[in-house]
């Protein structure tokens, strides 16, 4: 089924009023959203009709039996209380960091009450303390990733405090980053809308339900981030059941609301979102707030689409004890915000109506105080995580891509006629797919035709580079479909579809236009298993067009910034010379348990020196598996992609003048082949490392480094490097031939080398 299927039946929901609100502010029910879409095709799209406005209803008050208000008191009191006694620990010297929630504490209780743990998942912000004691973690848990202590179910020592985690609750690692979050919980959503219209992989997929929710929230001041409208457009385009809950307390750190958003309203910017369920409530009425979370949760898990709650709370501590919000914010200020204080308002309210008296109240507090110090005792006496595990987990411990289970090099059997590496790229994603249903691949134009209706009308397009053509035609729009034009939604996406078991196989246009992805590859994808311990992964592949020798490529075309990306632990980067290895290499990326980049030079395309006939639909690589392409005795060429041609290319005209030339291809170059490249030093004694990207701080530096550091005693000449000028790629032809390495350039360090 189609998105665009999906999104021709929506119909435009009545919008809801949008006027500014404070903390004293009621909460107003939105008209109700309309009934989910059939899931059925449809012809070209068409513009939505324009329901006419619902009749809102005033909200009813909620009517809480004693013993619930007494447990939401608990839980406010319980989470405010914790975050005193971090600050008394960091004022001790026995913690090292401290954030709190406090002020956030009830409207992150409601939402609690509202959600299932270990049932829906949760993508969370430090200020979520409240939210997680409500879906059961426990103080002890808590105060135990304070101390770094290795039990702490949050990272087990390895992050800071109040970036939460638990693997049972599905509460998913949480980084540092703001907004970072945001569109791995919109891909975790994803795989909800993907299980249901794949029927195949509801067997394959653990801990999937039919009516589940996504949580995330965000603050304010991270509603600033680009990746937070690029999460409300995947959700709203998609219908994606995700709460979305940002808790404005008015500050990002220092810079007050009204510098940050236009207006100073986020629920103004964001009332043009079609299929968006909008509330506002004070989000420090924690039955206010209870109404307006069980309304929005509602919406979700009846499939109508994503729901967005405004909730204003306040901030009566720094924003952390490294900040000391006296000096930009004024006293009146800071005592107005105490006054709405939830905590404090809460506990008057029981009295006020009843439900306990001040002794009881004051026992109940002082029960608490008591668990905490408890608590606070035994997190203290666990012991810190062992210095020999910091390696643990920076990848798989459960498949190894560097293994002989993926080699099948020895046993190839290749048949039909020779294909080009496009064609066996292609060939390789759609066997694979026949093999494993959880594959999903999106990206820029990898469709045939987003549009199913003419499909059979078209060609498809199937890529820039036509890599995978026909992929939607035999898979359909479920498995294979278009995405936004927004590289950070790509990867952010396919992090939490791959969190969710699915294997999402993306697409990243050019090399060029991969940085706004980077944050979410280098802070996220790389990190999510060493942060969590293990607790939580999300292998995935990252295939991505790279390099130069295009005529006409230019400067946003042609980039080779290979070690930006080879410097990241946690992260596989493979990058095939041929049609052959890149079939094996890529099916090994896909089977592998690891995020994968994967470089596919664009001059090596449709080159008819590197074409192989088929190799089988089992064929495999492993990882850190060099191929030695030419024998020689006289010198070593260490190197990759495209130079691997050029370098033949040099190697024979250097035969001419008597000199034997050896040819090392690392074809996956982080890891890359140590023992390779060391037997080869040894063997002839002089080498040089040439590769396409810039000469300083390239690729090659590390690899003659290490060569220098460990093969000293074997080296009859220096190591010398053959690579690009340190500048920019020219779209005149004449200033690519000088600033990227060509044979000549190979050539002559050859003869250099050779003669020293």
């Known amino acids: 089924m189609s998105d665009t299927k999906v999104l021709r039946l929506v119909k435009k929901g009545s919008e809801l009023p949008t006027g500014a609100f404070t903390a004293k502010s009621v909460a107003k029910a939105e008209p109700k959203p309309a009934p989910a879409p059939i899931l059925k095709a449809a012809p070209a799209p068409k513009p939505a009709r324009r329901r006419g406005k619902a009749k809102s209803k005033p909200p009813q008050q909620l009517q809480l039996s004693p013993e619930e208000m007494l447990k939401i008191f608990r839980t406010m009191y319980l989470s405010r209380k914790l975050d005193d006694k971090e600050i008394q620990m960091k004022g001790q010297n026995r913690i090292f960091f401290q954030i709190s929630g406090a002020g956030h504490e009830a409207i992150l209780t409601a939402a609690g009450m509202c959600l299932k743990p270990g049932y829906d998942w949760f993508y969370p912000y430090y200020r979520d303390r409240a939210l997680c004691l409500e879906l059961g973690m426990t103080p002890l848990e808590m105060l135990l990733e304070s101390v770094g202590a290795e039990a702490d179910p949050n990272s087990h020592g390895r992050q800071m405090p ?75 385009n998609l219908r994606l059941p995700v709460v979305f809950l940002l808790e404005d307390n008015g500050y990002a750190i220092s810079v007050p609301v009204e510098v940050q958003t236009a207006g100073g309203d986020i629920s103004k910017l964001v009332s043009g979102f079609p299929n968006l369920y909008r509330q506002k409530c004070d989000g420090t009425d924690p039955v206010e707030s209870l109404a307006v979370m069980r309304r929005a949760v509602e919406n979700c898990r009846r499939n109508r689409g994503p729901s967005f709650v405004h909730a204003k709370v306040i901030r009566p501590y720094s924003h952390s004890l490294s900040d000391d919000e006296k000096l930009y914010r004024a006293d009146e200020e800071r005592v107005a915000d105490a006054e709405h204080d939830p905590v404090k308002r809460f506990g008057a309210r029981l009295i006020d109506e009843k439900i306990i008296d001040q002794d009881g109240l004051q026992q109940l507090k ?114 294979v479909y278009n995405s936004p034009l927004a590289e950070a939604n790509i990867v952010g996406r396919a992090i939490g579809l791959a969190t969710r078991g699915l294997k999402p ?69 493979v990058y095939p010379s041929n049609a052959l290895d890149a079939n094996g290499l890529l099916r090994t990326s896909i089977r592998c348990d690891d995020p994968v980049i994967f470089l596919e030079h664009k001059h090596l395309y449709r080159q008819a020196y590197n074409k192989s006939a088929y190799p089988g639909d089992d064929f ?132 250099a080398l050779h003669s020293y």
């Not at 997929?205 to 001041?221: A, I, P, R, W």
């Not at 594959?439 to 036509?466: M, N, P, Q, W």
């Not at 004694?685 to 290490?706: C, F, K, N």
Request: glycine letters at 6%.
């Open 162 to 236: 109040s970036h939460w985690g638990h693997k049972k609750l599905n509460i998913v690692s949480q980084s540092s980053p703001t907004g970072t979050q945001l569109l791995q919980a919109v891909g975790a959503a994803e795989a909800t809308y993907r299980l249901k219209l794949v029927k195949e992989l509801k067997k394959l997929v653990k801990k999937f339900h039919q009516d589940e929710v996504v949580y995330v929230s965000l603050g304010d001041g991270t509603s600033s981030e680009g990746e937070f409208w690029e999460a409300l457009n995947t959700a709203c």
């Open 366 to 479: 002082d029960e608490i105080d008591r668990e905490i110090n408890e608590a606070a005792d035994a997190a203290l006496a666990s012991p810190q995580p062992s210095p020999d595990t910091v390696t643990d987990y920076v990848y798989s411990p459960e498949v190894d891509p560097t293994s002989s289970d993926f080699d099948t090099e020895n046993s190839v059997e290749l048949s039909g006629n020779p294909g080009t590496m496009v064609d066996l790229i292609n060939r390789c994603l759609h066997t694979e797919m026949k093999r494993d249903p959880r594959i999903v691949i999106f990206g820029e134009d990898v469709a045939d035709c987003s549009r199913e209706t003419s499909l059979d009308k078209v060609k498809g397009k199937g890529g820039v580079f036509k890599v995978t053509a026909n992929l939607q035609r035999e898979f359909g729009s479920a498995r």
């Open 620 to 751: 495999m690589i492993p990882f850190a598996k060099a191929r030695t392409v030419r024998e020689g005795t006289d010198l070593s060429i260490i190197t990759y992609g495209a130079l691997v041609q050029r370098s033949v290319v040099a190697a024979k005209e250097a035969e001419k003048q008597g000199i034997s030339v050896e040819i090392i291809d690392l074809r996956t170059v982080s890891p890359y082949d140590w023992e390779a490249i060391a037997e080869s030093v040894q063997k002839t004694s002089r080498v040089i490392v040439a590769h396409e990207d810039s000469l300083s701080w390239g690729y090659g530096a590390e690899i003659a480094a290490r060569i220098s550091n460990e093969l000293f005693e074997y080296l009859d000449a220096p190591v010398r490097r053959v690579a690009a000028l340190d500048t920019f790629v020219g779209y005149a032809p004449q200033l690519e031939d000088v600033i990227l390495p060509q044979s000549a350039d190979v050539l002559k360090a050859i003869t």
């Open 505 to 573: 196989v993306v697409e990243i246009q050019f090399f060029d236009y991969i940085w706004p992805a980077f944050h979410q590859i280098r802070n996220e994808l790389a990190l999510l298993r060493w942060r969590s311990a293990n607790d939580f992964s999300a292998p995935c592949v990252i295939r991505v067009p790279v390099g130069g020798y295009l005529k006409g490529g230019a400067i946003y075309h042609s980039q080779s910034g290979v070690s930006l990306f080879t410097q990241i632990p946690g992260l596989r980067v």
